[in-house]
């Protein structure tokens, strides 16, 4: 069943500046947005899990540290 939907002309705007051929239609880029979002998910989970695991390791360095390394 097909509906439709209200964007404000800004959203439209950048719609169709997301189009990456002309008859790109804009369910197919909210499908690509979704699946993006789904994908980035679950790799952000398994990221921050990692992220985890290595702070409780100690494995970290400080803003300072970095800052003193490259001469900020």
């Known amino acids: 069943m097909e509906t ?3 964007v404000s002309k ?3 705007t950048k719609l169709k500046l997301m189009k990456m051929y002309r008859n790109e ?3 197919d880029i909210i499908w690509d947005l979704i699946e ?3 994908e980035l998910s679950d ?3 398994k990221n921050v899990a990692k992220s985890e695991k290595e702070i409780r390791e100690g ?3 400080s ?3 970095i ?3 490259i001469g900020v």
Do not use: C, F, G, P
Request: charged share 50%.
């Open 67 to 69: 800052k003193k390394k």
């Open 10 to 12: 800004e959203l439209l």
């Open 59 to 61: 494995k970290v360095v």
């Open 43 to 45: 790799e952000a989970k």
């Open 63 to 65: 803003l300072e540290d």
């Open 4 to 6: 439709t939907i209200q």
């Open 36 to 38: 993006d979002r789904l």
């Open 25 to 27: 239609s804009y369910e």
